[in-house]
């Protein structure tokens, strides 16, 4: 394994074609864990990752998990991410500690990584650049402003322009802005019109067109196959690193063109994201930069530091444990005795282990987005796993639990095909999973689960057949067990009375 991962780093070096002022460095780190990597961030020799899974009925909101990893890619910590509607969190840092903010509500938290939880602050101001003479604002994602807002340390004026989400770097005392579309070039700060409207503590409305003044363009891009994704500043050199026709380039600007100075030959895709733009330190001249591949077990960071370019490769080697249906059978029967007859004494901690145990996928969501359209309010308190019993057929198993005494309340087995979204938009798995003779396979397991039942159970109190479906329930005076089969799916329910 040593030798492939140098071979591939070898490989990468090779077919970059390496400008002589930039200092590029290769690293590949070997991670466990499972989902797609998302808004992450590298801070004292530690990566800072959130990481989603597209998984269940509601996959629309990716379950997201944040983890620490250090310098090897060991996970030191996981951590249930903070409360959100959406998975849009950015990350960075202050006063050398770890933040993060959910811009379903524009709620920022900090970390507090030795008792592993995010702790809900005060909202941050969305600071995008700050240096001796001026804090940058970006109020893009804030509901009543819009754009970048500047304020000058000296006179406390404001001025405001409606370039929004801009990475900014300071060469020359001219200051560049990057946007998605366009590199602006404003010489100076104080030729913008000072905002007046508002006292130094207020930010401006950034419609307030007498506040806004177009700067140079140095760069428009009109090309629907490239995509512009941040800049840079080495050796006195203005850099920008684009993605092209499936491909990751840095260029300089000459005559208004955009000329490729680094090419690199390797299936890395470098994303920028609208919200996350607070992780660029101009004091230390570091950012950081997210990039993704054709494989869906290579991911990582681009690491911006003063003269280095560090590109840092996630290889991440979990992979779901396909079990196998005589092993699932095993485990099922096996737990559902011990749960039948432990129902009033079983435990959160009970289950978690049980579950644990067999490297289940953890698939609890701690939250949902309410009604009120502003907070988020805790679920049903349930405890959900996934274990792949064979190709296109997935055990979910949920616990439902009282919130006061962990103490769990009823018990789901359920057999069903996995989403569509976990197949990550791949039409030949999509189309081999929509032509599965579906209804014949569960109830070939509900036929088998009904003969089990029977012979633990005795016979059911009520059974129901028809063409689709089947149920069928056993009682005592403490507890009972339904079972159901339809086309998509055979469920085993066991609750308390």
């Known amino acids: ?83 959100s509607k959406l998975t849009n969190y950015d990350l960075f840092v202050r006063n050398d500690s770890v933040f993060t903010t959910a811009f379903s509500n524009y709620t920022t938290f900090y970390l507090d990584e030795k008792n592993k939880k995010w702790i809900e602050i005060k909202k941050a101001d969305h600071i995008i650049y700050k240096d001796k003479d001026y804090t940058l604002f970006d109020t893009s994602s804030d ?3 819009t754009g970048t807002w ?46 007046n409207l508002h006292n130094e503590n207020e930010k401006p409305i950034a419609n307030n067109k007498q506040s806004l003044e177009v700067p140079e363009t140095e760069y428009e891009n009109k090309l629907y196959y490239l995509s512009l994704i941040t800049s840079f500043v080495i050796n006195d050199q203005l850099y920008h690193l684009y993605s092209e026709d499936k491909s990751m380039n840095i260029g300089v600007l000459k005559n208004g063109e955009l ?11 470098p994303y920028r ?39 840092i490769t996630f290889k991440n080697l979990y992979r779901e444990p396909i079990h196998g249906e005589p092993n699932i059978n095993a485990w099922f029967e096996k737990n559902f005795d011990y749960f ?16 644990q145990q067999e490297n289940a996928m953890d698939l609890t969501r701690r939250y949902i987005y309410g009604p009120c359209g502003e907070e988020c309010y805790p679920i049903q308190p349930q405890l959900i796993y996934k274990k792949i019993e064979r190709k296109y057929i997935n055990l979910l198993t949920t616990y ?32 081999l999973l929509g032509s599965l003779r579906s209804k014949k396979i569960f109830r070939d397991k509900y036929d088998r689960m009904a003969k089990f039942l029977r012979q633990k159970l005795g016979e059911p109190v009520s059974e129901e057949q028809n063409k689709n479906t089947a149920t069928a329930k056993w009682e005592t005076k403490t507890q009972s067990v339904e079972l159901f089969s339809g086309s998509r799916k055979t469920s085993l329910t066991l609750y308390k009375k």
């Open 259 to 269: 000329v490729k100075v680094q090419e690199f030959k390797s299936d890395i895709f």
């Open 273 to 311: 994201s609208n919200y996350n733009t607070q992780n660029y330190s101009s004091e230390k001249q570091y950012q950081n930069v997210l990039f993704y591949t054709n494989s869906p077990h290579f991911s990582g960071i681009i690491e911006i530091d003063k003269n280095l370019f560090n590109v």
């Open 1 to 83: 394994m040593k030798y492939i991962l140098q071979a591939f780093i070898i490989l990468l070096l090779m077919q970059s074609c390496q400008s002589e002022e930039l200092k590029i460095r290769f690293k590949t780190v070997e991670i466990n864990v499972p989902g797609r990597l998302s808004s992450s961030l590298k801070h004292n020799s530690k990566y800072y990752c959130y990481f989603e899974i597209k998984e269940g009925e509601d996959w629309s909101i990716p379950i997201t998990n944040f983890y620490i990893l250090d310098e090897n890619g060991k996970t030191k910590s996981k951590i249930p991410a903070p409360k």
């Open 150 to 195: 500047f304020k000058d340390h000296a006179t406390g004026k404001q001025y405001n322009i409606k370039e929004e989400s801009p990475v900014i770097n300071k060469l020359n005392n001219d200051y560049y802005f990057t946007t998605k579309n366009y590199i602006l070039k404003i010489p100076d700060l104080k030729k913008i019109k000072p905002n």
């Open 400 to 431: 439902d639990y009282n919130p006061n005494n962990k103490a769990v309340e009823r018990v789901q087995f359920e057999w069903t095909h996995p989403s569509w979204a976990s197949f990550e938009n791949n039409d030949k798995e999509i189309k």
């Open 143 to 145: 509901n009543y402003h």
């Open 340 to 355: 039948y007859s432990n129902l009033h004494t079983l435990s959160v901690d009970q289950v978690d282990r049980i579950e």
